[in-house]
C-alpha cells in the first residue's frame, strides 16, 4: 500500500475521526465538570491512577516501554474491537475523555494551567489524535459490520485489512515517540513550569 492509499483511507474515516474527537471533547468536559461538582466520585475515578504509579519506579527505558504497550493495546482494541459494532471504542474514548477531565480539575486546581499543559502536550499532541485515529477506524468497523449484518454492500474484509496496517505502519510508530517523549521530554516541561 502506498501513502497515497493511506491519506485517501484517512479522508474516509474523517466522519468518524469528528465523532471520537466530539466524544472525547464533551466526556473531558463533562469529566471536568463532574469533579467540581463530586469530589467522592473523582476521587473514586483516579484512584485507578494510583494504581499505576509502581510504573514510575522503574527505569526510564521500562517506562517508556510499559507507557508505550499500554498505549498500542488500547488503541488497537479500540480500533480492531470495534467490530463489536463500536461499543469497544465508544467506551475507549467516552472513558478516556471523562478520565482527563477530572485530572485535568484536579491538576489546575493544585498547580494550574501551565502544568497542565506541560503534562499533556508534549507527548499528548502526537499520541491523542493516534488514539482518537483508532478510535474512529473502529468506529468505521462497527458500522461496516452493522451494514453486512443487514446483508448491505461493504468490502469488510479490506476495511479490517486497511486497519491492520494503519495500526501497524501509523500508529504503532508514532505511538512509540509519543511514549518517548512522555517518558524523558514531558518530565522536562513539568519541571521548568513547576
Known amino acids: 500500500m502506498s501513502i497515497k492509499d493511506d491519506v485517501a483511507y484517512l479522508k474516509s ?3 468518524y475521526m469528528g465523532l471520537s474527537v466530539l466524544l472525547f471533547a464533551l466526556t473531558a468536559v463533562m469529566g471536568y465538570f463532574a469533579a467540581q461538582l463530586d469530589p467522592e466520585m473523582a476521587s473514586n475515578w483516579t484512584k485507578e491512577l494510583e494504581m ?15 507507557i508505550f504497550l499500554k498505549n498500542l493495546l488500547a488503541s488497537g482494541m479500540a480500533m480492531l474491537l ?4 463500536g461499543l469497544v471504542p465508544l467506551m475507549v474514548v467516552t472513558s478516556n475523555g471523562f478520565l482527563l477531565g477530572i485530572v485535568s480539575y484536579g491538576v489546575i486546581q493544585k498547580a494550574g494551567w501551565l502544568y497542565l499543559l506541560a503534562g499533556i502536550l508534549p507527548h499528548g499532541i502526537i499520541e491523542l489524535p493516534v488514539v482518537l485515529l ?7 468497523l462497527g458500522y461496516l459490520l452493522a451494514l453486512t449484518l443487514l446483508r448491505e454492500k461493504s468490502d469488510l474484509s479490506s ?15 508514532l505511538l512509540f515517540i509519543a511514549a518517548a517523549i512522555e517518558t524523558f521530554i514531558t518530565p522536562i516541561a513539568i519541571s521548568v513550569v513547576a
Open 13 to 15: 474515516v474523517r466522519v
Open 134 to 140: 483508532c478510535v474512529a477506524i473502529g468506529f468505521r
Open 159 to 173: 476495511e479490517i485489512k486497511m486497519a491492520f496496517h494503519i495500526l501497524l505502519c501509523w500508529a504503532m510508530p
Open 82 to 85: 470495534g467490530l463489536g459494532l
Open 52 to 66: 499505576l504509579k509502581w510504573i514510575m519506579d522503574q527505569p526510564p527505558l521500562i517506562i517508556m516501554i510499559i
